[in-house]
């Protein structure tokens, strides 16, 4: 492609160090709708006749055809897809093919390709980060009121539903739509025709190209897009938070999977046991996911530093930015299939997590608001019902059990029919109204919400 120039052919060790083809071949989709789109303005500029035109494009979708049945073989030679695909339009149609790259460098063709091909996986995550959604609002819908024990510290804290549990997941990933949606905004903007830094004295319609591609608009700065790979860094970013959460949900589903806990029931289908202990049932993909996060962070981080010293604009070390987005994406899609496929075929113990959560101490803080009710401020409420929980640790008696006298000696408002009152697991979780907060009501209305939002 530089022939002119040089006496001699590339030594064997730089054309293998050199070469991008084995990563980047997955951006062939994009390159041939890319080239087509660019053809279309030489077209239009005069630059190729419109016979020349149709070669190409013909040649083009030819070669996007045998790439994607097998039939294609690249060459390292060839460095990356996109020379290997002008290389092949050339052989098969000759003049015509040599004419596609004028006006076009690989710095701006690259950038094209890399953001079309990234906009078509926004689209993908989106899609996957609904079925992780619709996953957990099934299982909560499958147990609507089942009430189990929440947790702060990894203590137990207060009473709560799990599909409120559920629903705070489902939270999650709304704000990763979100992440991937606004990521997906400013890659949307076509830098082709800003050649390898200056742009070209061949001026092409760049507003026309980007409208044949989907795209919004095209890039202000000739400069600026040739050298700029926010878009992948955001992307990633947003990827490491997603994988993030996913973790979060991971370890949730190995602590509910344990014996010790014993909430969750997963499929066989979806654990694994082992070769030498009979009895095992593992939650590996939860494990795997969570192993997984590690290496959403590596790639951010490392798309970071391969970026943060380079002068601008394009420098040779950008060629490493195709392999860890595409493992992220990879991962991702294939974490959100697998975890909307194991939550499907989930089940929730509610007689092991009702139990769990019948520890009376998970509604102290409700006897001591029924202080607060009462007319004694809350440190001093808070102090009262501690003493209580102390003297009842003490005598080895459950809080609700304590002898009348002492709730009476506490209070004279913690009469006997206010904590029976105050111990009743139905009517707890029924006064939690407040917006957000998980009584029955209110996450059925959820649960309702989510389901027609994400129909
Ligand atoms: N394979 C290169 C990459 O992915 C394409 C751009 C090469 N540009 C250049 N001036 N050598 O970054």
């Not at 030594?11 to 083809?21: I, R, T, W």
């Not at 408002?413 to 109204?433: C, E, G, K």
């Amino acid at each position: 492609m530089w022939k002119g120039r040089f006496k001699h052919e590339a030594s064997d060790l730089l054309k293998s160090y050199g070469q991008s083809v084995t990563t980047d071949w997955r951006l062939y989709r994009a390159d041939i709708r890319g080239s087509i789109a660019h053809a279309r303005a030489l077209a239009g500029a005069g630059i190729l006749t419109s016979a020349e035109f149709g070669e190409i494009e013909a040649g083009l979708n030819a070669i996007g055809s045998d790439i994607a049945s097998g039939e294609f073989a690249f060459s390292e030679d060839l460095e990356d897809v996109h020379m290997n695909i002008e290389a092949e339009l050339t052989r098969r149609i000759g003049a015509a093919g040599a004419k596609l790259h004028t006006a076009r460098s690989r710095n701006d063709q690259v950038a094209l390709d890399f953001r079309l091909h990234l906009l078509g996986a926004c689209g993908e995550i989106a899609a996957g980060l609904r079925g992780i959604q619709r996953a957990l609002v099934g299982l909560a819908g499958r147990h609507p009121s089942a009430v189990m024990p929440g947790y702060t510290h990894l203590q137990r804290a207060q009473p709560v539903l799990f599909a409120h549990h559920l629903l705070a997941y489902v939270e999650m990933f709304a704000r990763d739509a979100g992440r991937i949606e606004d990521c997906a905004k400013r890659m949307d903007s076509m830098p082709l025709g800003s050649g390898a830094i200056a742009g070209s004295t061949l001026v092409l319609d760049r507003e026309a190209v980007a409208a044949g591609l989907g795209f919004s608009r095209v890039t202000a700065n000739s400069m600026d897009a040739v050298a700029d790979r926010d878009f992948a860094c955001e992307l990633l970013a947003a990827l490491a938070i997603l994988g993030m959460h996913v973790s979060r949900l991971s370890e949730d589903i190995i602590l509910w999977a344990s014996a010790e806990f014993g909430f969750i029931e997963l499929s066989d289908r979806h654990t694994t046991g082992s070769s030498l202990m009979p009895q095992k049932k593992n939650p590996d993909i939860a494990e795997l996911a969570r192993g997984k996060t590690g290496r959403l962070y590596g790639n951010l981080i490392a798309l970071l530093t391969t970026m943060k010293g380079l002068p601008l604009t394009y420098n040779r070390d950008m060629q490493e930015d195709k392999e860890g987005v595409f493992d992220s994406v990879d991962t991702v899609l294939s974490t959100l299939a697998i975890f909307s496929e194991m939550l499907a075929a989930a089940s929730f113990r509610e007689d092991r997590a009702l139990a769990a959560a019948s520890d009376p101490l998970l509604l102290a803080t409700d006897l001591a608001d029924r202080l607060v009710a009462g007319g004694v401020p809350f440190r001093q409420a808070h102090e009262i019902i501690g003493r209580l929980v102390a003297r009842a640790h003490e005598l080895g008696t459950p809080l609700d059990r304590l002898d009348p006298g002492e709730f009476l000696a506490a209070s004279p408002l913690l009469t006997p029919a206010v904590v029976a009152a105050n111990f009743d697991i139905a009517s707890a979780m029924a006064a939690r109204r407040a917006t957000g907060a998980p009584s029955p009501e209110n996450v059925a209305r959820e649960i309702a919400r989510w389901t027609a939002r994400l129909e």
